[in-house]
C-alpha cells in the first residue's frame, strides 16, 4: 500500500476551532448560593430607606422562614452582615437571604390558589344572579395572546 491510500480516522486529524466571542455580562448583586434539597431560597426586606422593617422580618419568620448564614458556605463570596442583629447573614442593601421548606411553599400556593378559585366562583355566582332572561351573560373567559401576524398601515 502506498501512503495515499492508507486512511486516517477523522479524530487524529487537527483543526483549528474557531473561538466563540467571550459575551461579559455585570454580577447580580442577587446572586444566591443554591438551596439544599428540599428547601427554597428567597431575597426577603430587613429594611428600607434606612429603617428596619420588624413586621415584614417578623411575618416571614413566623410563616416558616429561616436566614441563611454565610458560614453555612465556606469559602464563598456571597455578601455577609458585618454588623447589628443580622451579623453573619447572607444580605446586600436591606435584603436577607433566607430558606423555606419546599412544602410550605407548596402549601402556601395551594392555599392562594383556593381564594382565588373561590372568589372567582363567588364573582360568577353573582353575576349569574343578575342575568335577565332576555340577555343572557356569557361566562366563557379566554384569552390568547399571539405574536406577530401581518402589520395593518
Do not use: C
Not at 429594611?47 to 416571614?60: L, S
Not at 410563616?63 to 441563611?68: H, Q
Not at 442593601?93 to 423555606?100: D, E, Q, V
Amino acid at each position: 500500500m502506498t501512503n495515499e491510500k492508507i486512511k486516517t480516522s477523522r479524530a487524529s486529524q487537527t483543526r483549528a476551532k474557531t473561538a466563540q466571542k467571550v459575551v461579559w455580562t455585570p454580577p447580580s448583586s442577587l446572586d444566591a448560593p443554591p438551596a439544599p434539597d428540599g428547601f427554597h431560597h428567597r431575597w426577603i426586606r430587613a429594611e428600607t430607606m434606612g429603617f428596619d422593617d420588624t413586621k415584614n422580618m417578623a411575618g416571614r419568620l413566623r410563616s416558616g422562614y429561616e436566614l441563611v448564614r454565610g458560614d453555612e458556605y465556606p469559602g464563598s463570596e456571597y455578601p455577609v452582615m458585618n454588623e447589628g442583629k443580622y451579623k453573619g447573614v447572607i444580605g446586600v442593601g436591606g435584603l436577607l437571604l433566607a430558606r423555606i421548606p419546599e412544602e410550605i411553599v407548596k402549601a402556601r400556593d395551594e392555599y392562594f390558589r383556593k381564594i382565588t378559585q373561590d372568589r372567582d366562583d363567588a364573582v360568577e355566582s353573582d353575576l349569574m344572579k343578575e342575568q335577565h332572561p332576555g340577555m343572557p351573560i356569557n361566562a366563557e373567559r379566554q384569552s390568547r395572546v399571539t405574536f406577530g401576524g401581518t402589520k395593518k398601515n
